[in-house]
């Protein structure tokens, strides 16, 4: 499956951005799915998962804050980002696995294990 990413930005902090990332190639139906990101000189780290049964999970510092959610017919992945904090700040991967326990082993930290990656959107928050 191919992955693009869109919906990136600057935007002050508390605002607010919605990112896509369309699938082809295969139907995301069959996929767990996720948002990863990357601050420049940290480690990717799993920002909210989700699996084809719409099982979702946050990095403790997005809860209440970032929404993941999925469109089969649209074969589109969403990741709906309010309140932003300067925090925020780094690239966002989309991310694909037909496995959800290898997206979740991903989310918790072996994300080079993920079979599927987009090229990343840039989102800057700033104070």
């Known amino acids: 499956v191919q992955l693009v990413e869109s919906g990136g930005g600057s935007v002050q902090a508390g605002g607010s951005l919605m990112l896509s990332c369309a699938a082809s190639?295969?139907?995301?139906?069959?996929?767990?799915m996720g948002w990863f990101r990357q601050a420049p000189g940290k480690q990717r780290e799993g920002v909210a998962v989700?699996?084809?049964?719409?099982?979702?999970s946050y990095a403790d510092s997005v809860k209440g804050r970032f929404t993941i959610s999925k469109d089969n017919a649209k074969n589109t992945l969403y990741l709906q980002m309010n309140n932003l904090k300067p925090e925020d700040t780094a690239m966002y991967y989309c991310a694909a696995d037909l496995k959800w326990g290898t997206l979740r082993s991903g989310f918790d930290g072996n994300w080079r294990r993920v079979a599927s990656w987009g090229q990343g959107t840039r989102v800057t928050v700033s104070s």
């Open positions: 190639g295969d139907s995301s139906n069959r996929y767990s």
């Open positions: 989700i699996n084809s049964y719409g099982t979702t």
